[in-house]
């Protein structure tokens, strides 16, 4: 998973009332898959199981695989504990809007889908890189290497995605060497 994305997951989750109510029936039920506690809450077992694999990655809940007849089954427990917020490392990524984006190097090759205007992957410098819905949308817009750049704020206001999510896709891109911020 690339830098921030993660926070940015959490981020979407945490001003949810249905995640606290998943989070403590599993407090006092132990060894439950998605399907059971979505059952049980009334919610789409979809939403459950997204929102425990983004906990997991924190460490607020765990999970452990077991294997019967049929499908292996995920169960959850409960942990608890603490995730930090870097409020200066979010910031930095709000501060992309301001600024302008192009291609970082002409040698990177992309795997185009021309129609969903999009690009899925780069490869580059041999190894393929595959990108989010996000980051294909982004970089299908981010003008090449000669040019002055376009501005994100632009970027934002052409595509269909949350704002917070196109400025991680961004930092994302730029982390990953595929674009850069034109000074």
Partial sequence: MKK??????????????????????L????NKNPSSIAKELGFHTFTVQRYLEILEKFGIVSSKVERKIGRPSKKYRYCGGKVTIDFDEILKVFE????K???RESK???NYDLKKETINGVVKNGKIIKLSDVEGRVLFLVPPIDSTGILIS???EKLNFPEFDILFAINNLVLMDIVEVVK
């Fill in 154 to 156: 632009k970027i934002v």
């Fill in 96 to 99: 992309l809007k301001s600024k």
């Fill in 4 to 25: 921030g994305e993660k926070m940015n997951e959490l981020l979407k989750i945490l001003s949810s009332p249905q995640l606290f109510e998943v989070l403590n029936f």
């Fill in 108 to 110: 990177a090759r992309y």
């Fill in 27 to 30: 407090k006092d039920h132990s």
């Fill in 101 to 103: 984006i192009r291609e």
